[in-house]
């Protein structure tokens, strides 16, 4: 493969921003975030080499699961039939072979779904050329089923996932010798099939897609069928399925990246030829680009990752093409701070790489995996990135973290920098800042969101089963997260459309969970109406007043057995919401969520000392007791500052 024909295909690389559990929380001894604080400034930002792919990579992808493993896919260029794909373990450093894919391929795009598999869609295989199969892999067996074939094959796309939960899929090149497209397609993660929507105005491969917080996709750059750069971008709308063009971009592009950064704003960077080293932010509120400050180095083929603190890591580098371009691999680093729209050398990587993959982890660190060395072979090394002092002790971190634990999204603006300077007013004085923290926390568990979302997901469980066998809780962490995230969907509480978007996944959430066949076998259709009712109030605990028995019967009508779906669902609603069972069950649910928001684990779960649920009734009497003032019983105190949780993020 010539060097042009490599220069053009590191280009096309999409390499997507993919957004340990260790030590023991102790009901005895609490430990000051102040302390922590202090000792966590001694390290700086460092890499650090982690364990070999079982395979050298280039041109793959890296998906961050929910369980907090990395899932790689993807070959080599001098493999690319390879099937194997791979999993990282943060919590261990290594690598472990995971299922085979039904077809290799390489410039494929890979989609973490709401339900938490993984689509893998089109790509190139040699020698048979563009696909336009699509696959799943399913963390729970580790294993890849077919899905709907695209309508078009391609590669060198992008995929976006949309709040709907579809996938959009746009451009990329539909040829062995890449000649590009503007089709574009969605695909149903309901139905698995894909269907046509609206076409790109400009044909396009080489491009970046991404979700802006109003909804639609910004697409920025591309390569034509004659391998020329234009500064074009657009917009795609998914109410209406249609793309429009924005205002041009003040570089062409291709191999830049695009992120999108806390304030809202898209961050376009680097690129091949003369845009390597120049950067430009794109406001979607005015429509707008402006320049901001140019990398020290120029850079095409690279990464940018936007870390935690709202800073944004750019590394490595493959040709970038232009009069700086020396025709190699890099292996410096460097940071952009958005306050300042400057550019920064951070710690540079151990080994020079372009063309890999970079993946944000939950403990605040970043993986960096395979790539292209200086002489243009697949790398199997991997490496890690530390930023330095655990980032849990800075305010919009904190802050940050706590809408991905307990609102299961990515923070909007104003909650972002409003919870944030709570935090902040208290400058330098320490005990300000633990009660401000202690507060702050709190208030997650407390709000509209949290309680109309999560907390009613416990209390479906609570109504539906009561607790799980020989335990005092009613729901595990595997069931809450992803049905959390499903009734939370797209929801963010003050918003316009918030109130009638909760109402529907309500409604979309209560019709899918009576049809599940745990329920349906808890709950055969032939009960009548009322011993539906007083078994899901039996359940919950709850001695209903009779206008609440009743108006949960009377959703059947005439009915004589429980036959009607949508009426099993609208009753079992009925019990859930009930006041009485919300306030009951309130201390309970405050107890069980410290362990599933702090610690992302069961009670029970290692490295919980006992392996059972003394630490869980110890907090439950110790709420109790203070009538539920959580800063009296230091309940939340405890979490936040506990190994357990610091180490998520970093040093304790």
């Known amino acids: 493969m010539s060097h042009t024909h490599n220069q053009r295909n590191h280009a096309r690389l999409r390499v997507g921003l993919t957004l340990t559990l260790a030590g023991l929380i102790s009901a005895a001894i609490l430990v000051a975030g102040t302390a922590r604080l202090a000792s966590a400034q001694a390290v700086g930002p460092s890499w650090s080499i982690t364990g070999n792919l079982n395979t050298a990579r280039v041109f793959h992808t890296a998906t961050l699961l929910r369980n907090g493993k990395v899932l790689v896919v993807g070959d080599d260029e001098h493999d690319p039939s390879l099937k194997s794909t791979e999993l990282y373990d943060s919590a261990t450093g290594t690598w472990s072979i995971t299922g085979n894919l039904n077809a290799g391929r390489e410039f494929q795009t890979a989609t973490l779904l709401p339900n938490g598999k993984v689509l893998v869609a089109g790509g190139f295989h040699f020698p048979g050329g563009e696909l336009n199969s699509a696959e799943l892999y399913d963390p729970a067996t580790g294993t890849w089923s077919s899905t709907g074939n695209l309508n078009a094959a391609r590669w060198s796309h992008t995929a976006t996932l949309l709040p709907s939960g579809k996938v959009l899929v746009a451009g990329g090149c539909v040829s062995f010798v890449c000649n590009t497209t503007n089709s574009a397609e969605l695909y149903d993660p309901a139905t698995g099939t894909w269907s046509y929507t609206g076409s790109l105005n400009i044909a396009r491969d080489g491009e970046t897609a991404t979700l802006l917080p109003n909804g639609k996709v910004l697409i920025v750059g591309f390569y034509n069928d004659f391998g020329s750069l ?31 950064l806390l304030n809202g704003n898209v961050l376009v ?75 920064s050398n951070t710690a540079s990587l151990n080994a020079a790489r372009g063309a890999h993959t970079a993946t944000l982890l939950p403990n605040g660190k970043v993986l960096v995996a395979g790539g292209s060395d200086a002489c243009c072979s697949p790398l199997r090394s991997a490496e890690l990135y530390d930023p330095g002092p655990n980032q849990i002790d800075e305010a919009q971190f904190f802050v940050r973290q706590h809408y991905l634990d307990f609102l299961n999204r990515q923070p909007d603006a104003d909650g972002l920098a409003f919870w944030t300077n709570e935090i902040a007013l208290c400058g330098a004085d320490p005990s300000c800042i633990d009660a401000k923290r202690i507060n702050v926390s709190a208030a997650f568990f407390i709000s509209i969101e949290f309680q109309q979302t999560g907390y009613l997901v416990y209390r479906f469980y609570k109504a539906s089963y009561g607790n799980l066998p020989g335990t005092p809780v009613p729901v595990r962490l595997s069931e809450f997260l992803p049905d959390t995230q499903e009734i939370g969907q797209g929801v963010i509480v003050n918003q316009p459309g918030w109130e009638q978007l909760l109402e529907n996944n309500k409604q979309a959430f209560a019709a899918e969970f009576v049809q599940r066949s745990r329920f349906a076998s808890v709950y055969p259709t032939s009960l009548t109406p009322d011993q539906f009712v007083d078994q899901l109030f039996m359940n919950a605990g709850v001695t209903p007043s009779a206008s609440d028995r009743t108006a949960a019967i009377n959703e059947f009508g005439s009915a004589t057995n429980t036959a009607d779906t949508a009426a099993r669902a609208r009753a079992l609603r009925s019990v859930a919401e009930n006041s009485t069972l919300a306030q009951q069950e ?3 649910a405050f107890v069980l969520m410290q362990y599933f928001g702090y610690l992302r684990r069961n009670p029970p779960d290692p490295p919980e000392p006992t392996l059972d649920f003394q630490g869980y009734n110890f907090w439950l009497s110790k709420l109790n007791q203070f009538n539920g003032n959580f800063a009296d019983a230091e309940m939340v105190k405890a979490f936040i500052t506990s190994t357990e949780y610091r180490q998520r993020f970093g040093q304790p």
């Open 586 to 588: 309130f201390n309970r």
């Open 269 to 343: 960077a680097g690129g091949d030829f003369n845009s390597g080293q120049s950067a430009e932010l794109y406001d979607p509120t005015a429509g707008t680009w402006s320049i901001t400050g140019n990398l020290n180095t120029a850079r095409g083929a690279y990464t940018a990752t936007l870390l935690p603190n709202g800073n944004v890591l750019v590394a490595g580098s493959m040709d970038p093409g232009g009069p700086d371009d020396n025709g190699f691999s890099l292996n410096s680093a460097e940071l952009y701070d958005p306050a300042t729209g400057t550019w």
């Open 230 to 260: 234009f500064p074009a971008a657009e917009l795609y709308d998914p109410a209406t399925r249609t793309w429009s063009i924005v205002a041009n971009p003040n570089e062409a592009r291709s191999g830049h990246t695009a992120t999108l």
